[in-house]
């Protein structure tokens, strides 16, 4: 290797390349430094290109970093540049502001990712060509307080996460008054329940629009199961607190679809897997009780007044 040294440059290397770097250690002649091109630095492992840095700073993991303009800092790893494709590279933007200067490196869609003053925002494009300029979209971001914002630039509509003695573990903070704060859907797509907060009062819904049902008739058999029902108390036996309810599998023979989950079924590790109850689908049963009762009341009123 030839080593140039002057008054003026001071100690010069050769180019060098992956294979021989113009500066490695004493043991590997295929690990070291070296300069793709003038203006560029490289380093090599066992003589494969580990990492570049170009002319503006943009530094590639395994690959020849590629920008879309001089605006964007890019740390690419591997891949395609993930401007403009769905491939696996990563993005830093140097700061908040995104401009229409950007342009797509290749047909895709974009997919920006910015920290900045303990600020971190996802950004999402819709698929562009090749050259053409965007505006991204915010998706999230995470406040400097550590509040997740989604689909929201701020601390209204927040998922917080705590596991402080005396915090929340979750707060979800509506941004719209009279909106559903968690929606429910099946694999079709049809809204099965959600959770909606007015004011004050939060409301926990199950789907029961009648345009999703046919074949309503009457429920007749109210008496018979409320009748047929085993309400107890017990003890829970994490810890000794008192409970009243009904047990599970129990409920399950006389109102089935108050009953989620299988009796006796464990996890893969053997740990249990209980079974859950939804007092709400037995009101249903008490109201035609009540209203059995009521008519019986009634008849018998209408024979003693006869």
Do not use: C
């Amino acid at each position: 290797m030839a080593v140039t040294i002057n008054g003026t440059t001071g100690v010069a290397v050769p180019l060098g390349s992956a294979s021989a770097p113009a500066e490695t250690n004493t043991t590997s002649a295929t690990t070291g430094i070296y300069y793709p091109t003038s203006t560029t630095l490289g380093l090599s492992t066992n003589g494969t290109n580990a990492v570049t840095i170009d002319a503006s700073q943009n530094v590639g993991i395994g690959v020849t970093p590629s920008a879309a303009s001089s605006t964007i800092k890019l740390i690419q790893v591997g891949g395609t540049p993930i401007i403009g494709s769905a491939a696996d590279g990563v993005n830093f933007v140097s700061n908040a502001t995104y401009n229409s200067a950007w342009k797509y490196v290749s047909t895709g869609n974009a997919t920006l990712y910015n920290m900045s003053n303990g600020l971190h925002v996802w950004y999402t494009n819709v698929s562009g060509s090749a050259g053409a300029t965007f505006t991204p979209t915010e998706a999230a971001r995470i406040q400097p307080t550590g509040n997740l914002a989604v689909n929201t630039t701020g601390d209204l509509g927040v998922v917080s996460v705590a596991t402080k003695v005396g915090y929340y573990g979750i707060t979800i903070r509506d941004a719209v008054s009279n909106t559903a704060m968690l929606l429910f859907q099946n694999s079709a797509g049809t809204t099965a329940g959600n959770i909606v907060l007015s004011g004050l009062t939060t409301i926990y819904g199950t789907s029961s629009d009648y345009r999703l049902k046919e074949n309503v008739q009457p429920m007749t058999t109210g008496l018979a199961t409320v009748s047929a029902l085993k309400p107890v108390t017990y003890d829970w036996k994490f810890d000794g607190s008192q409970g009243e309810g009904f047990i599970a599998h129990e409920l399950a023979e006389i109102v089935p679809y108050a009953v989620a989950g299988e009796k006796d079924s464990v996890n893969e590790d053997g740990s249990i897997k209980p079974q859950s109850v939804d007092y709400g689908k037995i009101v249903p049963h008490l109201v035609a009780a009540i209203k059995e009762l009521s008519a019986e009341v009634e008849a018998l009123k209408a024979k003693v007044g006869a």
